[in-house]
């Protein structure tokens, strides 16, 4: 019983000791303070503080701090896309994340395109099949996934935040073809008078990216990924900036650098095709976006 006793109160006690700590780390409700701290205490926790560094030159939020943040809204961006993307197998070649690393290059692309936005951290969980049992993707190992209402109230608190910045246009995309229902179902809720909120469905366009790589010569073979989980057009998307992430140099070691009849292992080539998919791609999303931002939302 006193070892009972003593175990409850250890444990009231741990809980009060770091309620109290995380209370002392976050920033107090009088209209001054922010940064996680107080600003009687700190200058740099004082919400009209100064920049003490550079501009920086970033447009993903979690690279920039609360102050270049603040700055850049201040300078008009107030525009906000939400990438999402997946844990999924992909074949022999691509790693896991295959929709996270090309969201990294392009929302950084259609982002600097805009020239007013910024990119919100990927969002690497989405719907990817059942648990229990085990349907979709969730039949192969490594696949991570969450349910549909999940990643809906995900997408909800991540939008819902932004937007209580003072981020007035809001847009998602995604990388796989599943994550567009959700997101325009949460977009469809966050809109307003003040808010445009939309699900960018054009961004989703590697039918087009096949086409287009077919115009240049560049894929010929019928079959575009050799039934694997793959394209000519996502490992060139990826390779741009994550070369070991298709495992490039691995392939051409051991002669497995092609997919349908394209080869990989002329690198000059590859940076060069990987800038065609993803210049079409930017421009695609870029013109989307504006034509909703000039509808003053999306088409109902």
Not at 84 to 90: C, D, H, I, L, V
Not at 199 to 215: A, F, Q, S, T
Request: charged share 20%.
């Amino acid at each position: 019983m006193t070892f009972s006793i003593s175990r409850t109160l250890l444990a009231a006690a741990l809980t009060a000791a770091f309620s109290t700590a995380a209370l002392a780390q976050v920033s107090p409700n009088d209209g001054k303070s922010m940064g996680g701290g107080d600003c009687a205490k700190n200058k740099y926790n004082c919400k009209d503080v100064a920049n003490p560094l550079p501009k920086t030159d970033t447009v993903w939020l979690e690279k920039m701090t609360w102050i270049d943040v603040r700055d850049a809204m201040a300078a008009g961006k107030k525009t906000v896309i939400i990438p999402t993307g997946g844990m999924e197998p992909n074949g022999p070649w691509l790693t896991l994340g295959k929709h996270n690393w090309v969201l990294e290059t392009n929302c950084e692309a259609i982002a600097k395109a805009l020239g007013d936005a910024l990119c919100a951290p990927v969002v690497k969980f989405v719907p990817e099949g059942g648990i229990e049992p085990k349907t979709g993707h969730m039949t192969t190992m490594g696949t991570i996934t969450v349910s549909q209402a999940t990643y809906e109230a995900l997408l909800g608190d991540i939008a819902g935040s932004l937007k209580a910045h003072g981020f007035d246009k809001i847009f998602f995309i995604g990388d796989s073809g599943g994550n567009m229902k959700g997101a325009g179902v949460v977009s469809q809720k966050l809109g307003d008078a003040k808010t445009i909120a939309a699900v960018i469905p054009e961004y989703y366009n590697y039918d087009n990216v096949e086409k287009m790589l077919r115009e240049k010569g560049v894929l010929k073979q019928q079959d575009p990924n050799e039934g694997l989980h793959d394209s000519v057009g996502i490992t060139l998307n990826i390779l741009a900036a994550h070369p070991s992430e298709v495992r490039l140099d691995e392939r051409i070691k051991t002669n497995t650098a092609t997919l349908a009849g394209v080869s990989f292992a002329d690198k000059a080539a590859n940076q060069r095709w990987a800038k065609d998919v993803i210049d079409f791609r930017t421009k695609v999303t870029v013109e989307a976006i504006k034509k909703v931002i000039a509808a003053k939302g999306p088409a109902k």
